[in-house]
Structures are given as structure tokens and as C-alpha cells.
């Protein structure tokens, strides 16, 4: 169950689009976060559609779902950073509530998408391992 073009999945696109809301939203934070929780919060962004890429096309069908936990990991912890960046006041509650809102549904397309992969048949013998 290679799946090559992730370019295509509506998951890695709406991940995309978070990354860019998270660095305008980073923009807005203290100076003296550079190196802390502006940096933790791209990095975690940044890893959401990087881990649905990087075993696209070329993993087996377990390889690609772990990517996806692993994305789905990332997600929680960027909506914990994005929650501190609230208690700090960093930013306002509507980028907060904008922000969590598409994780959200992020996190809903990771599952199906996990779903729907677990559900598949085997391709081959070797897209099983």
C-alpha cells in the first residue's frame, strides 16, 4: 500500500497550511522566545506533514501508519505549545481557538487515514511487515 504522491492527501495539504499559520503565529511571540517556544512550536509543525511525506511512496503499509502516530504525536505537541503560548499571553484567543480547530481536524484526518490503511489488503507480502 504505497501511496506516492502524498502531495495529494488532503492531511499532508491541510498540515501544510498549519505550518504556515503556526509561523505567522510565532511571529507575534517575545523576542526572547526565539530559541524556546517559538522554535519548539515550528519544529513540531513542521514534523506533521514532514512525517506523512517521508515514508510516502516508498514504506510498507506499517512504516507509513507508524509515520502517521508519529505525526499524530506531533500534533499533540504542538497544540501544547500553541496552549502555553495562550497561558503566556503570547497570543489571542481567537489564533488559539483558529489554531486548535485545525489540529483538530487534523488529527481526525490522521486517524482516518490510519484506519483506512489498517483496513487495506496487502498489495504484497512485503507491504504487511
Known amino acids: 500500500m504505497a501511496i506516492s504522491d502524498y502531495r495529494g492527501l488532503i492531511v499532508w495539504q491541510k498540515a501544510m497550511d498549519l505550518v504556515m499559520g503556526c509561523h505567522r503565529l510565532s511571529q ?3 523576542d526572547d522566545e526565539s530559541f524556546g517556544l517559538t522554535s519548539q ?5 513542521v514534523s506533521i506533514p514532514a512525517n ?3 515514508v510516502a511512496g516508498r514504506g510498507t503499509r506499517k512504516a507509513f501508519t507508524n509515520h502517521l502516530w508519529i505525526a499524530n504525536g506531533s500534533l499533540r505537541e504542538l497544540e501544547t505549545h500553541v496552549l502555553i503560548a495562550q497561558r503566556l499571553n503570547d497570543v489571542a484567543k481567537e489564533a488559539v481557538d483558529e489554531t486548535l480547530s485545525r489540529t483538530a481536524e ?3 484526518l490522521l486517524v482516518g487515514l490510519r484506519r483506512s490503511l489498517q483496513r487495506a489488503k496487502p ?3 512485503s507491504d504487511e511487515s
Open 28 to 30: 507575534a511571540f517575545p
Open 41 to 45: 512550536l515550528r519544529r513540531a509543525a
Open 52 to 54: 506523512i511525506a517521508e
Open 106 to 108: 487534523i488529527g481526525r
Open 123 to 125: 498489495a504484497s507480502p
